[in-house]
């Protein structure tokens, strides 16, 4: 992927992560399929996002933990930045897989 596909694809994210899952549908239908495909991609490993900014704090927890179980690609390169996981990031269950994350590393 070249570097300013990657740009395009981490714009369309940014901008349909954080969106009830009926506005991201609504926002990508418009799109490149190509384009659309990576971007879903990516989503796929962000499944805690719409969870946690619909309140559904509980769900977003589960989702994180069986994204980090099943080594999701996408999860693990957005959970420690992505703005959308900010407010799991003081549950101690996050912090956990965080942690977890960080001894895989090594």
Same mark, same amino acid.
């Given at each position: 992927?070249?570097?300013?596909?990657?740009?395009?694809?981490?714009?369309? +994210?940014? =901008?349909?992560?954080?969106?009830?899952?009926?506005?991201?549908? !609504?926002?990508?239908?418009?799109?490149?399929? =190509?384009?659309? !495909?990576?971007?879903?991609?990516?989503?796929?490993g962000c499944a805690p996002?719409?969870?946690?900014?619909?309140? =559904?704090?509980?769900? !977003?927890?589960? +989702?994180?933990?069986?994204?980090?179980?099943?080594?999701?690609?996408?999860?693990?390169?957005?959970?420690?930045?992505?703005?959308?996981?900010?407010?799991?990031?003081s549950d101690p269950r +996050?912090?956990?897989?965080?942690? =977890?994350?960080?001894?895989?590393?090594?």
């Amino acid at each position: 992927m070249t570097p300013e596909r990657w740009r395009a694809v981490e714009k369309l +994210f940014h =901008e349909v992560a954080g969106r009830p899952l009926q506005e991201r549908a !609504a926002a990508l239908a418009n799109v490149e399929p =190509e384009l659309r !495909a990576e971007v879903e991609k990516l989503l796929a490993g962000c499944a805690p996002c719409p969870a946690e900014a619909a309140g =559904e704090h509980e769900n !977003a927890i589960g +989702f994180a933990r069986r994204a980090w179980d099943e080594r999701e690609p996408a999860f693990i390169l957005w959970a420690r930045q992505f703005p959308h996981y900010r407010t799991l990031h003081s549950d101690p269950r +996050f912090a956990s897989i965080l942690l =977890e994350m960080n001894s895989a590393k090594e």
